[in-house]
């Protein structure tokens, strides 16, 4: 009988156990409260009120989708994948001690596996999907009015 321990748990990492991701998300945040500042001015240089509002609306879910899902991928995801690799060396190395064959924790590196993957398809399609708000925004609310016929 082999004995196997656990995967690490799937949960961000502290800034003293990723650096640089935490800086990489920091220069993120910052990317995006520049994307927010230009968002603002074209949305409060409309005059009706209606789009003003939808314009608010499309802000407040850019910022959210991206910050949630740059934290997913670079602050949760990275570091999992990190964690993952270093308990498959010990497990391997520990099984292989014990006279056993990988296959005693396979199935348990194959669900931690696919927990990760979910999580990074989540970021990442939330961070997709604050790009494309993002463009939708400037494409809707440019900083400057094209007037017709000045083309």
Not at 10 to 23: E, M, S, T, Y
Not at 38 to 50: L, M
Not at 57 to 64: G, R, Y
């Amino acid at each position: 009988m082999c004995t196997v321990l656990a995967p690490p748990p799937l949960a961000p990492a502290w800034p003293w156990q990723a650096p640089g991701n935490w800086l990489a998300f920091a220069v993120a945040l910052v990317l995006v409260a520049v994307g927010c500042a230009v968002g603002i001015v074209g949305v409060r240089r409309q005059t009706d009120a209606r789009r003003r509002r939808i314009g608010w609306v499309l802000l407040l879910a850019m910022t959210l989708c991206l910050i949630i899902g740059l934290f997913l991928i670079l602050i949760v995801v990275y570091p999992a994948i990190d964690a993952l690799n270093s308990w498959e060396s010990q497990q391997d190395q520990a099984v292989r001690a014990q006279g056993c064959s990988a296959a005693a924790w396979l199935s348990l590196d194959h669900l931690a596996l696919r927990t990760i993957q979910n999580v990074h398809y989540a970021g990442g399609g939330l961070t997709y999907l604050g790009f494309l708000l993002f463009t939708l925004l400037g494409w809707q609310y440019p900083l400057k009015a094209v007037r017709p016929g000045s083309l």
